[in-house]
């Protein structure tokens, strides 16, 4: 577009294809048989790069959601790990040696993620953690953490009361918290022209700390910026009716709605929104909107729907370009296809890692950490700094949001970039008998 700053005033479609995209596990090396301990509710999955490093392998521990209410977003939580070690162990792995990323099914399931991330533990020698998907599932994985004082490191973890609680010291979330997400939020309403934009705020929260931790900050930062919070209810997570929330927010006129639903409970609440022509200029769904089958499950009702979820397709630099190539190199990838947020956002991961076991120049665990709290890392996401809470420093990812137009998640802010997959913002969101 020759000007990304000009509104898009008409719906447009297309068939711009967005591909998860998974590594088999002997894509780059062999695997290694599971392991028989059976805990964690699946098999596991054992990676080995041909860096051509020493015979023992620097070992990560991770449980992904290949089942149960998350297992459309750890599809691509897998997929972005797989990615990563590849990118690690194809640029000569870590410290003259492969690495080697142990995988368990955490079935969606708190406690099943500490069943298998203990089960790892007690069968390897683990140097780093890498988390699950959704605030929940992570914090429990931060718990295995903190008790076993190995280093752990998480996208898909916007929570900040369990940094502030909890006195973390291991665990360490490249990955933009709420208080970011509601800096997004007034930068996406600030999008709309000056005399458009939206006033009327309603907030659906889920019963949870990260979506009560939400509403707050939610609440707080548009409010400061001019708009008024007309309505702030919470539902239960798996909900499957979404009427009386509808219907309170159709009777207060609200303008811009943020949710920070399961996958599952956005697709049927955009549907039942649909049903019931409840649309209003700008619908942010945090969480839900981020998976690869977003689109696919809601059909046009989905279109033109916001989220922040951490990568979005059309940003550049800082390795997105090396991400993008490795992506569209798998077997059955298409040359222009993107891979899912969640895909981009956890491949930060690997990265954050990479960088910090070679600045440590061993994996030290207490070396490690010194190293995640002083310097500077740069990753897909952009550039920042940890705090002493492990989460990154406030104003240092600014981070990105995407709308979903033309079969893809596509970058709306930051607003200046030029790019493949960036394009304007749609606003307000077109009638959904006009998509």
Not at 105 to 127: C, F, H, M, T, Y
Not at 217 to 222: H, I, K, Y
Not at 273 to 287: C, G, S
Request: include cysteine; charge should be negative; glycine fraction near 10%.
């Amino acid at each position: 577009m020759s000007n990304r700053r000009q509104f898009i005033t008409t719906a447009g479609t297309g068939a711009v294809a967005l591909a998860a995209g998974c590594l088999g596990s002997g894509s780059n090396g062999e695997s290694t048989p599971s392991e028989s301990s059976g805990e964690g509710g699946g098999s596991t999955t054992t990676t080995m790069g041909n860096s051509g490093g020493n015979d023992e392998p620097i070992t990560i521990a991770a449980t992904v959601s290949r089942s149960g209410s998350f297992s459309s977003a750890g599809e691509d939580v897998e997929a972005a790990y797989e990615l990563g070690e590849q990118m690690i162990n194809d640029d000569g792995g870590l410290l003259g040696r492969d690495v080697e990323v142990i995988i368990r099914d955490d079935e969606s399931d708190a406690q099943k993620v500490r069943e298998g991330l203990q089960g790892i533990i007690s069968n390897n020698d683990v140097d780093m953690i890498w988390g699950t998907f959704g605030s929940l599932l992570v914090a429990s994985a931060a718990a295995v953490a903190e008790r076993e004082n190995i280093p752990m490191l998480s996208a898909n973890f916007a929570y900040m009361e369990p940094h502030l609680n909890n006195d973390y010291e291991w665990t360490f979330a490249p990955f933009p918290k709420s208080r970011d997400m509601a800096n997004g939020a007034v930068k996406l309403a600030n999008l709309a022209p000056e005399g458009d934009r939206p006033v009327n705020v309603g907030i659906w929260q889920t019963n949870t700390g990260w979506g009560a931790e939400l509403a707050r900050v939610w609440s707080d930062a548009l409010e400061a910026n001019g708009h008024s919070v007309v309505l702030n209810e919470k539902f239960q997570i798996g909900s499957s009716d979404f009427s009386t929330l509808i219907s309170q927010s159709q009777s207060a006129n609200v303008e811009y709605l943020l949710t920070n639903p399961s996958p599952g409970g956005g697709i049927t609440a955009i549907k039942q929104m649909q049903e019931t022509n409840f649309l209003p200029k700008l619908a942010t769904i945090e969480r839900a909107a981020t998976i690869t089958s977003w689109l696919e499950a809601t059909g046009t009702a989905g279109l033109y729907t916001q989220s922040t979820p951490g990568w979005v397709p059309g940003l550049v630099d800082n390795g997105n370009e090396a991400m993008l190539e490795a992506f569209r190199a798998q077997d059955g990838v298409a040359s222009d296809a993107y891979p899912a947020p969640t895909v981009g956002g956890s491949y930060n991961v690997a990265q954050t890692a990479k960088q910090a076991i070679e600045a440590t120049g061993s994996v030290e665990p207490d070396a490690v950490r010194e190293t995640l709290l002083n310097e500077e890392f740069r990753t897909v996401l952009g550039e920042f700094r940890f705090d002493e809470n492990g989460m990154p420093v406030e104003g240092d990812l600014a981070p990105p949001m995407g709308q979903w137009q033309d079969d893809l998640l596509r970058l709306v802010i930051p607003s200046d970039v030029e790019s493949e997959a960036s394009t304007d913002l749609m606003y307000p969101a077109p009638a959904y008998d006009q998509r």
